[in-house]
């Protein structure tokens, strides 16, 4: 099957469905399911303040609604889940859209519920041999978002959140 490397920790935000379109230099022709790999590269300590404020909000409005974990913890030489890319463009509307970059649009994002793990990676799309018919167990991950009601903002969160507060 049609596999594509990321860092981490965009391979988990990518088959969480938290990134919406990867930035990539190349065109690609395939469309359709791909398997979501994180590369060996571990997340750096303050990742997340070297990224764009409006990206770096995306991420921890995330991890403080429980959507998404720590980022020090996210496995890495593993098939984290899979996706569809489905399509190509240089216009992008997502928060995450990279200028000068081609943005290729994902969706259908589900995470593994236990990650392959000691998968080496690629430059560009691999194949992996797993049965598009046959894999494994994977979730699409629920966000919990803010939502409006009657004028009052209610922002979902989970108990260590508040225990942290």
Known sequence: ??????????????????????????????????????????????????????????????????????????????????AEIEDVVDD?????????????RIKNAYLSDEPITGVKGKLHFFDYLLDEDNLPKAHKVEFRLPTLNKGVLTFPCTDSFIDER
């Open 92 to 104: 992008s509307q997502s928060i995450l859209a990279s200028p000068g970059c081609l943005h290729w």
């Open 1 to 82: 099957m049609k596999t594509l490397s990321f860092q981490q920790p965009w391979a988990s935000l990518v088959a969480m469905g938290i990134k919406d379109v990867e930035n990539r230099t190349w065109n690609t022709g395939h469309r359709g399911k791909s398997l979501i790999h994180a590369s060996s590269k571990k997340v750096t300590k303050g990742f997340v303040d070297e990224l764009p404020l409006e990206w770096s909000a995306e991420i921890m409005l995330h991890i403080d609604l429980g959507t998404l974990p720590e980022l020090n913890t996210p496995p890495t030489s593993a098939i984290v889940g899979r």
